[in-house]
């Protein structure tokens, strides 16, 4: 079946302007996660949706960043204003289930360039 | 700041013999941790994991060993071959976590030469 796949997998922006992002999740997983890769660094948690349960937003790193997600599917993530320090990969990952044993699935990513 | 850490941005080895990557972590509420696989314009792959109770796990050339004493893991690749030549991820969870909120280090580029 189809993995997760994300859109765009290249945006080069304007600093300044708004970004979307896109994370289409495999069909049936009900947690979905946004994290971001700055070069040279580790994957860094920005958030996490759970069903229909309310998202845990606590990797966020400003209130520029915000993210939704309808029902199961298919979720966006937002920045606005972007600046340069938000250049970076941003991966979404899928899980059957959002429990720590239940393993991620993730997109290609969307490289970021914000000039 | 970094809770966890890959020290060495890369590693070449020869075709055949063993790699060995290592993680280091801060964080003693961590129990479960997991290796993951890049390649070029692809998302991690899951590889191995280890929770805190076993000091070793492994699963056919891959070897994940943990001493939690000095909060260091490690993958041991034998033999490697140039098909593992890829970026590698070690990540954690601490028992805090009921969901799999993980804290990853910055990752190995390991060069297997043939």
């Known amino acids: 079946g189809a993995g997760v796949s994300q859109s765009p997998s290249n945006k080069v922006t304007e600093k300044g302007k708004d970004v979307e992002l896109r994370c289409d999740p495999i069909?049936?997983?009900?947690?979905l996660y946004w994290y971001r890769q700055r070069l040279g660094q580790g994957l860094e948690f920005l958030i996490y949706f759970q069903g229909n349960s309310a998202p845990d937003k606590s990797g966020l790193p400003s209130d520029r960043f915000s993210a939704e997600r309808t029902g199961e599917s298919v979720s966006t993530l937002t920045i606005q204003r972007t600046q340069q320090e938000d250049s970076a990969v941003y991966l979404c990952?899928?899980?059957?289930?959002?429990?720590?044993?239940?393993?991620?699935?993730f997109g290609p990513g969307t490289r970021l360039t914000v000039l | 700041d970094q809770q966890v850490k890959q020290n060495s941005p890369s590693l070449s080895v020869q075709e055949g013999r063993i790699s060995i990557l290592n993680c280091d972590y801060t964080n003693s509420m961590f129990d479960y941790f997991l290796w993951y696989k890049k390649y070029p314009a692809e998302g991690p792959t899951f590889l191995i994991s280890i929770s805190s109770i076993k000091d070793k796990n492994e699963d056919g050339r891959f070897t994940v060993f943990l001493n939690k004493s000095a909060k260091h893991l490690s993958l041991h690749i034998v033999p490697s071959q140039p098909g593992d030549s890829a970026v590698y991820f070690c990540?954690?969870?601490?028992?805090?976590?009921?969901?799999?909120?993980?804290?990853f280090g910055s990752g190995t580029k390991l060069n297997v030469k043939p």
């Open positions: 990952a899928s899980s059957l289930v959002g429990t720590k044993y239940n393993e991620q699935f």
């Open positions: 069909s049936g997983h009900t947690a």
């Open positions: 990540a954690a969870s601490d028992v805090s976590g009921n969901f799999n909120k993980f804290y």
